[in-house]
């Protein structure tokens, strides 16, 4: 019974590059989270999806900053043109009904 | 804008010792959740409590659920190391949002 997957675990970039982070929530869980946690911060929301559909993505920066989570494969988080403070622990969870869990998180750093 | 105010933000204290975090809002929440992180990794879940006044223990680890379904605490009793974390209180308003405190950073000195 595996649980949220996240990969890769850790990615650099150097600025002005595009970042990808992948996400593959529990199986039979078609809602999809994406968090973003600076270090010694708690966990800020960024989007949430249902599959084919952003259901909410009132925490997303308005620029360089997209997700989806397509019908097949992963939802995925995409980051345009990486800038130094886009390093950050970005994390997934996903949910049934009334409580997300969580993948292990993709650290970003960008140089 | 909702806001979730956990506090204390940090806390050592020794092994042994019994302790409270707490996690405050004006805004009602139909569940509260709780979750411990440690460095590196993502955040596991620790309790949902829905009932307003709930109570639920999970070994020396009990939370309570506020009256009104605005606020919980946390209550440890006979901390350990291993208790060492950053602990984090999420609510759900509505049907979709959640929202997360910033968490209380607890550190367990042996």
């Known amino acids: 019974n595996a649980g949220v997957m996240q990969n890769p675990r850790h990615l650099v970039r150097r600025r002005g590059q595009e970042a990808r982070l992948r996400c593959s929530p529990m199986?039979?869980?078609?809602?999809v989270y994406w968090y973003r946690q600076l270090p010694e911060e708690g966990l800020k929301f960024m989007v949430y999806?249902?599959?084919?559909?952003?259901?909410?993505e009132s925490g997303m920066p308005k620029e360089r900053f997209s997700a989806e989570f397509p019908k097949e494969g992963p939802s995925i988080l995409r980051i345009q043109q990486v800038v130094r403070g886009d390093s950050a622990a970005y994390f997934c969870?996903?949910?049934?009904?009334?409580?997300?869990?969580f993948g292990p998180g993709t650290r970003l750093l960008v140089l | 804008t909702q806001l979730l105010e956990q506090s204390p933000q940090f806390l050592s204290i020794q092994e042994g010792e019994n302790l409270t975090v707490y996690c405050n809002s004006s805004?009602?929440?139909?569940?509260l959740q709780w979750y411990r992180q440690e460095p590196g990794e993502g955040p596991v879940l620790l309790v949902t409590?829905?009932?307003?006044?709930e109570v639920k223990k999970l070994k020396r680890l009990t939370f309570q659920f506020g009256d009104a379904r605005k606020d919980s605490s946390l209550h440890i009793t006979a901390a350990q190391p291993g208790d060492t974390g950053l602990y984090l209180c999420?609510?759900?308003?509505?049907?979709?949002?959640?929202?997360f405190g910033k968490g209380t950073r607890l550190h367990i000195l042996p």
């Open positions: 409590v829905v009932t307003g006044g």
């Open positions: 199986k039979g869980h078609s809602h």
């Open positions: 999806l249902q599959k084919e559909n952003i259901i909410d």
């Open positions: 969870a996903s949910s049934g009904q009334e409580t997300q869990y």
């Open positions: 999420a609510g759900r308003v509505g049907d979709d949002k959640i929202i």
């Open positions: 805004s009602v929440f139909s569940s």
